[in-house]
């Protein structure tokens, strides 16, 4: 049984940063690429950023250099590191895995900022 989970939402207050990991396991055959999407009340779901099994990062035109994706292949994991958070960056976080085997997401983490 595939699983992937996300950890490390919360509540942060604008300009801070939060952390974010995504775990894959299971028989997730080749996780080529891995990434983060997000939706926000209303809104669809979009793109944050991925990362290829070599290291190769795409993120979108909000992210301003503001956001950093990283893995571990070895533990089958991915980072989202956030910094300079915005008001208009609260969402729910999503963990996508594109592999070989087929295509998982994760449940979800919600991220809050807010003074």
């Known amino acids: 049984q595939v699983q992937v989970a996300e950890s490390g939402g919360g509540l942060v207050q604008p300009g801070g940063s939060l952390r974010l990991s995504c775990a894959a396991s299971?028989?997730?055959?080749?996780?080529?690429?891995m990434g983060w999407y997000r939706q926000a009340p209303g809104k669809q779901r979009e793109l944050v950023g991925s990362?290829?099994?070599?290291?190769?990062?795409n993120y979108a035109d909000f992210v301003q250099g503001r956001f950093l994706i990283s893995r571990d292949n070895d533990k089958n994991t991915v980072y989202l590191q956030m910094n300079s958070l915005k008001p208009e960056d609260t969402a729910v976080y999503y963990c996508?895995?594109?592999?070989?085997?087929?295509?998982?997401w994760g449940q979800g983490t919600q991220v809050t900022v807010s003074s």
């Open positions: 996508h895995v594109q592999a070989v085997s087929g295509d998982y």
């Open positions: 299971g028989s997730i055959f080749s996780m080529y690429l």
């Open positions: 990362i290829s099994i070599i290291g190769r990062t």
